[in-house]
């Protein structure tokens, strides 16, 4: 897949999930939205993270190192050639202008996984304000995106201490 996808390890998110959820069932939807949580939250690339993850879950140690080198080496043999003929191009209008058509394009393989996520999630709309929130509190006011984390993660178990609480009282969960 390092080889196929462009625009980071996040455009890469929506190929990973039809992959390993739809074409060949290693992981339920939830179970890779869960992973997804977890590898974002890990420093380093994405991308390895969450194919490092998947390849111990299938196949163990062998299956994580093979994984990792599978997702990392083409993308760096494709970097290496670009990064050595770059230097020739690098004030080429042509080149500029390539850019400039690819740059939208990578905006829209980020935003269209995370539609699906959403959607794969089974929650109701009016919960959008906490991603919605998340990202105006990273971009407008700067708030590092490991403590919006932690308290997306406090407010979670909050909520299911809540949530169970209620469920021992009435004897039915909320389901919103």
Do not use: C
């Not at 190929?15 to 939250?41: G, N, P």
């Not at 905006?107 to 929130?133: C, D, E, F, N, Q």
């Amino acid at each position: 897949m390092g080889g196929f996808t462009f625009g980071g390890g996040y455009a890469m998110i929506e190929m990973i999930r039809e992959t390993v959820v739809e074409k060949y069932h290693w992981l339920e939807d939830e179970e890779f939205i869960d992973l997804l949580a977890l590898t974002q939250s890990l420093p380093g690339v994405f991308a390895v993270n969450i194919s490092i993850f998947i390849g111990m879950r299938l196949a163990g140690p062998i299956g994580a190192v093979l994984a990792g080198i599978a997702t990392t080496l083409p993308s760096f043999l494709i970097m290496l050639t670009i990064a050595i003929f770059a230097v020739s191009y690098r004030d080429n209008p042509t080149v500029d202008a390539i850019f400039n058509g690819i740059r939208p394009a990578v905006v829209a393989l980020i935003v269209a996984p995370v539609v699906k996520l959403w959607r794969g999630l089974r929650l109701p709309y009016y919960w959008l304000w906490i991603p919605i929130t998340s990202a105006l509190l990273i971009w407008l006011v700067g708030i590092s995106p490991v403590v919006v984390i932690i308290v997306g993660a406090l407010g979670g178990w909050f909520y299911s201490v809540v949530l169970r609480k209620s469920v021992r009282h009435t004897g039915e969960a909320d389901k919103g």
